[in-house]
């Protein structure tokens, strides 16, 4: 009944599915305007999103006809959280869907969203989403549609490598850090800190690996302080002058602690290390 009543007026049909159509008896729906149109619908994120802050999503729906209902179910990353919604026909946020329950202007729509970020984001992060809408064309259903999706960056004003908000977060200031400088002394230079998501002004917080003091005969477990959305691998040596070659890859994060266990070597010394990245 709340879409007949955004549309102005129903009337009794059996063919419908609940016994009702819209319009007025008698009408059809030759007095509902133009022709309906699917949306088409364009999403941006202005400069990107900003770790430890936000990400403005800027959508506009066009379409033509008149719109009984319309409702947008947003597919944020992992960690992303909705805080508000704005725009045409005053959309509200309920139980993490956006819906119009005032009666729905003509197109074209913009709604802004302002999304929640993690402080540990570091890389592209694909926003996805679903919007189901239904004309008064008779259909017993709303359609549904899947939007583009919408790839976004974190912003980098000064274009060093470091995203604006993590800057911000660890300064004040959003060009405050020099990538390749190690600003607590931990050995980590800030960029490498950002990727394994450290505390590039904690000399305590850096990317190490706790070893057990005797190995036994069944390898040894490596153990290390995860982040979320890191991906960790190990590589392995019996010569350091020869360099390291890949042994465990795709280890995925999961925090707070990582464990991976070693299998134990038939003769000789071995020397592992710990990589990250940030996909």
């Given at each position: 009944?709340?879409?007949?009543?955004?549309?102005?007026?129903?009337?009794?049909?059996?063919?419908?599915?609940?016994?009702?159509?819209?319009g007025a008896a008698g009408g059809g729906n030759a007095s509902m305007g133009t022709a309906?149109?699917?949306?088409?619908?364009?999403?941006?994120?202005?400069?990107?999103?900003?770790?430890?802050?936000?990400?403005?999503?800027?959508?506009?729906?066009?379409?033509?006809?008149?719109?009984?209902?319309?409702?947008?179910?947003?597919?944020?990353?992992?960690?992303?959280?909705?805080?508000?919604?704005?725009?045409?026909?005053?959309?509200?946020?309920?139980?993490?869907?956006?819906?119009?329950?005032?009666?729905?202007?003509?197109?074209?729509?913009?709604?802004?969203?302002?999304?929640?970020?993690?402080?540990?984001?570091?890389?592209?992060?694909?926003?996805?989403?679903?919007?189901?809408?239904?004309?008064?064309?008779?259909?017993?259903?709303?359609?549904?549609?899947?939007?583009?999706?919408?790839?976004?960056?974190?912003?980098?004003?000064?274009?060093?490598?470091?995203?604006?908000?993590?800057?911000?977060?660890?300064?004040?200031?959003?060009?405050?850090?020099?990538?390749?400088?190690?600003?607590?002394?931990?050995?980590?230079?800030?960029?490498?800190?950002?990727?394994?998501?450290?505390?590039?002004?904690?000399?305590?917080?850096?990317?190490?690996?706790?070893?057990?003091?005797?190995?036994?005969?069944?390898?040894?477990?490596?153990?290390?302080?995860?982040?979320?959305?890191?991906?960790?691998?190990?590589?392995?040596?019996?010569?350091?002058?020869?360099?390291?070659?890949?042994?465990?890859?795709?280890?995925?994060?999961t925090p707070p602690v990582n464990e991976e266990h070693v299998p134990g070597e038939d003769?000789?010394?071995?020397?592992?290390?710990?990589?990250?990245?940030?996909?």
């Amino acid at each position: 009944m709340l879409a007949y009543w955004r549309i102005g007026s129903y009337h009794a049909d059996p063919a419908g599915a609940d016994g009702y159509v819209p319009g007025a008896a008698g009408g059809g729906n030759a007095s509902m305007g133009t022709a309906n149109t699917a949306p088409v619908i364009a999403t941006s994120s202005g400069d990107g999103y900003h770790p430890g802050g936000t990400c403005v999503l800027t959508n506009t729906i066009h379409y033509s006809g008149t719109l009984l209902s319309l409702l947008w179910r947003p597919e944020l990353p992992g960690g992303w959280s909705l805080l508000s919604v704005a725009g045409d026909g005053n959309p509200e946020h309920q139980g993490g869907e956006i819906v119009w329950t005032r009666m729905i202007p003509p197109g074209p729509i913009e709604m802004t969203l302002t999304v929640g970020v993690p402080l540990w984001e570091w890389a592209e992060r694909d926003v996805r989403s679903e919007v189901e809408y239904w004309f008064p064309d008779g259909s017993p259903d709303p359609s549904t549609m899947r939007p583009p999706t919408l790839t976004v960056s974190a912003a980098d004003s000064d274009g060093d490598g470091l995203p604006d908000g993590w800057e911000a977060y660890h300064t004040g200031n959003p060009t405050g850090m020099v990538a390749t400088a190690d600003d607590d002394l931990d050995g980590v230079n800030n960029f490498d800190e950002g990727t394994a998501g450290t505390d590039p002004t904690n000399r305590h917080s850096v990317l190490v690996t706790d070893l057990p003091a005797i190995p036994n005969a069944s390898g040894v477990t490596l153990r290390w302080s995860s982040v979320t959305t890191r991906v960790y691998s190990i590589s392995q040596s019996t010569n350091l002058l020869s360099g390291f070659l890949p042994f465990i890859t795709g280890i995925q994060a999961t925090p707070p602690v990582n464990e991976e266990h070693v299998p134990g070597e038939d003769s000789g010394g071995h020397y592992y290390r710990l990589g990250v990245t940030a996909p």
